[in-house]
């Protein structure tokens, strides 16, 4: 059907959309993959507090079962304003709008019986008292209108303190990581320890995160990545949360329906330091900011051909672990560290 011409440019474009499909394998390369899910309880949509590991901006998360934080509903709508039309409207009704109508009356009804305006005290001065008084009464009320309706205008709210806590401010470690030092010793001691400069926004830590926490989180980021390149779901169900196991199966498909798996090996953390760490009810969570290194590639499920990658790469991330008190920690959210 096609001329001997045309045939190279379907093949160039055949080349470029399976080029297309490869590069985004890439994507799903490595637990995390470059993209920010999971949860983080009432702190999902906030940043993790920053550190010497992770000092710039963390990526928010794309993928969560947590509903973001609705904003507060308005308040009640203000009450209508009463009617306040006719003649005594101005003054606000009650004593005052009682006392002016009082005044008139009387006058009314003191010429409706022949007793003048004001029912004895007759003539033109009477009248220019009586007009005087209601002026009098007039601009009482209104003075007095006006104070009250000022004091009902709500006053604006002021923030207190400042909005944003300066990392860097120049007070000195607060332990933690710090306090350890070469206690641990290489891989999460010597990483951790590394950056142990770091000054989160309060809180920091909550909790006291110890070095049996430390060791269980170097621990969970080598047998995630390490049960990630096996797509071994029974291995990651012990070590995630259920959030964070579905994602995960959803890119084992991904990767199966175009053909590929990813291998991962020799997995090391270089650096890394707590970020947060705080308590919901029973829940207890902790952000860690991690740069490790791995060997990272994309290999053909059939015939093991390498797809794409291969060489060493490291990465910058912060990973929430989650537990209930007292209980294991399991990852339940990764995000991206630029």
Known sequence: MFGSRTRPIFLSL????????????????????GSSFGSRGSRTFSAPAPTRTAPTTTAPMERSMTQPARPNAAG??????????????GFGG?????????????GLLGMLFGNGFMGGIGGFASMLGFLLQIGLVALVGMFLWRMWQARRVPQPAMAHGPQYRDVNGGEPPRGGLGAMGAGLGGGLGGGL?????????????????????????????GEVQGAYAKEDL??????VTPEMLSYFSEQFA????????????????????????????????????????????????????????????TVTEVWTFRRPRGGAWMLSAIQQAS
Do not use: C, H
């Open 14 to 33: 055949a080349v470029a959309s399976a080029l297309v499909l490869v590069a985004g394998d890439v994507a799903w390369s490595r637990a995390g993959g």
């Open 234 to 239: 029974s291995a990651l169900r012990t070590r």
């Open 94 to 106: 009650g004593l005052l709008g009682g006392l002016a109508a009082g005044f008139l009356g009387a």
């Open 254 to 313: 991904e990767n199966a329906g175009r053909g590929v798996i990813n291998e991962i090996a020799d997995v090391k953390l270089e650096q890394g330091d707590l970020s947060e760490a705080w308590r919901e009810g029973d829940a207890e969570y902790a952000s860690v900011a991690m740069r490790y290194s791995l060997l990272d590639r994309m290999v053909d499920r059939a015939s093991g051909r390498l797809v794409s990658g291969g060489d060493r790469e």
């Open 193 to 221: 320890g590394g950056g142990l400069g770091a000054r989160a926004a309060e809180p920091s830590d909550d909790l006291g995160i110890g070095p049996a926490d430390y060791d269980a989180f170097e621990r969970l980021l």
């Open 76 to 89: 009640p709508a203000a009450a209508a304003q009463p009617n306040r039309g006719g003649l005594f409207g």
